[in-house]
Nanobody
């Protein structure tokens, strides 16, 4: 079992930045690939970004490429999502997720999920 707790969400103006964190506990964090997803009101949850177990591979949705950066610190059991140049359409609840095996990235099939953190971008 892996427990995931997101933090760092909030209200920001368009063009601003936020950094989300996801702290993991329970199993060996470095065995897992990690992903960030988001769900806006009335929409399905969507993949935002993923990172493999070493951090050597990353993946991004087209909508966030060049603006968001995913990273991880296996010593701290934490994955981050740096979000720059935020747009109102980035408003959503952001979730982190974990899956094994961790050596590659997928956009679905994650086993463990956090509770989510709200990100609101005002225009």
């Amino acid at each position: 079992q892996v427990q995931l707790v997101e933090s760092g969400g909030g209200l920001v103006q368009a063009g601003g930045s936020l950094r989300l964190s996801c702290a993991a506990s329970g199993r060996t964090f470095s065995n897992y690939a990690m992903g960030w997803f988001r769900q806006a009101p009335g929409k399905e949850r969507e993949f935002v970004s993923g990172i493999n177990w070493t951090g050597s591979m990353t993946s991004y949705a087209d909508s966030v490429k060049g603006r968001f950066t995913i990273s991880r610190d296996n010593a701290k059991n934490t994955v981050y999502l740096q979000m720059n140049s935020l747009k109102p359409e980035d408003t959503a609840v952001y979730y982190c997720a974990a899956r094994r095996p961790g050596y590659y990235i997928v956009t679905s099939g994650y086993d463990y999920w956090g509770q989510g953190t709200q990100v609101t971008v005002s225009s």
